[in-house]
């Protein structure tokens, strides 16, 4: 006999599919790395403006009148993007209590949503010798301009390694589907992990 479909069913179904979808999301934590690559910043806005010191202030013995220091101040704007990826389920499926199939594509979802960070970020990756970063110059470049500890003007090499070790090769790889691989195979020969390389400039 088929069950009445009304508020209650409804809100313990949603409640079933969300915790299906989140326990798969969890589940993936630990085998994603984009965080380490990647920095979170909470944002309530449409668009965000982020911006930094790339010179820090020094104090002085104070003599005479004041001396203003020019403040170097570097910046970009990110504008958020909506995605989405949506599963129907079927009136008669609930009406006639047969919702077991949809449990893996919940699965499924739940890892996809957790993995699409990471595609994102490595396909950034892959494109770091052919686009341009905040500094007008590709991701991997040998003079991004810094400020050293010193306070001196320097540079920052980031450029990038033909291997990866196997130990975090088989990290970027163990979380991808196949069809994930392609996208992750043509980053690795393109991230750094010893790319801190400063030089002060004279």
């Known amino acids: 006999m088929a ?17 299906t979808f989140s326990k798969a999301f969890s589940s993936m934590g630990e085998k994603l790395v984009w965080k380490q690559i990647a920095m ?7 668009e965000n403006n982020y911006s ?29 993007e909506k995605w989405e990826c949506s599963i129907e ?7 006639d209590e047969q919702l077991g199939t949809y449990m893996p594509l919940l699965e499924m ?11 994102l970020c ?17 991701f991997f470049d040998t003079d991004h301009p810094i400020i050293l500890a010193d306070g001196t003007e320097g540079v920052y090499a980031a450029t990038a390694l033909e291997g990866m070790p196997a130990d975090i090769a088989k990290k970027y790889f163990e979380p991808f589907s ?8 043509e980053a690795r020969n393109l991230i750094s992990f010893k790319h801190l390389n400063l030089v002060a400039t004279a």
């Open 109 to 119: 979802q739940g890892q996809a949503a957790a993995e699409h960070p990471e595609e």
């Open 3 to 19: 069950i009445i479909i009304n508020k209650s069913v409804l809100s313990a179904l949603w409640v079933t599919l969300s915790s």
């Open 89 to 95: 389920v079927s009136r008669d499926d609930i009406e």
């Open 178 to 185: 196949e069809d994930k691989v392609r996208v992750v195979e």
């Open 40 to 46: 979170v910043v909470k944002s309530t806005a449409r």
């Open 122 to 138: 490595l396909t950034l990756l892959k494109s770091g010798n052919t686009e341009l970063c905040y500094d007008g110059q590709f």
């Open 52 to 80: 930094w010191l790339g010179k820090f202030l020094k104090f002085r013995k104070w003599a005479g009148e004041r001396v203003y220091q020019a403040l170097l101040q570097s910046n970009y704007k990110i504008v958020n």
